[in-house]
């Protein structure tokens, strides 16, 4: 009986000594300054420059030379040029096309002027209609007049006798 009694006294006590600590093992998410070992991306091996004057400048938060980039090893993969997924860069087949469209003028801040002239669209027709069941957005409700039909389309451009080869299926 005192053998059975000492055998579960050492279970307990191996149970309870399992469970001590503060059970960091346990948690998932990690809420520490340290490293977070599934955050770190394999990069390219370290190369030495042929001169250190090469060596763009370095900026905080800015992008290191051996940082992955995966659309632009993407891009390169399946032949294309890696330079066209810089943001803002043209690209030397794309200069003509761009140059075309700028030819009258280019209207800078163009986006924000459109963003707050579209809120105010959506605001001056969006209505609060309690009736309505079913997804409705104020976008669809402002912009509905302004929608091209493109039977109509298709019709007016065959009329004038433009040659519409791929007009749309009728609906």
Known sequence: M???ILILSLMVLA???CGRGDGVLSRIKND???PDEFTVLPTAPLQTPQTYNSLPTPTPGGANLVDPNPRAEGVAAMGGNPAATVPGAIGAGDGGLVN?????GVTP???QELAVEDAQTRRRHGRVNIFNIGPNDDYTDAYKKQWL???AEQSRMTRSG???PSAPPPE
């Open 149 to 151: 039909d493109s039977q």
């Open 109 to 111: 801040g163009v986006r």
């Open 2 to 4: 005192r053998r059975r």
């Open 15 to 17: 149970v309870a000594a």
């Open 162 to 164: 433009v040659v519409t």
């Open 32 to 34: 520490g300054n340290g």
């Open 100 to 104: 075309h469209t700028r030819r009258f």
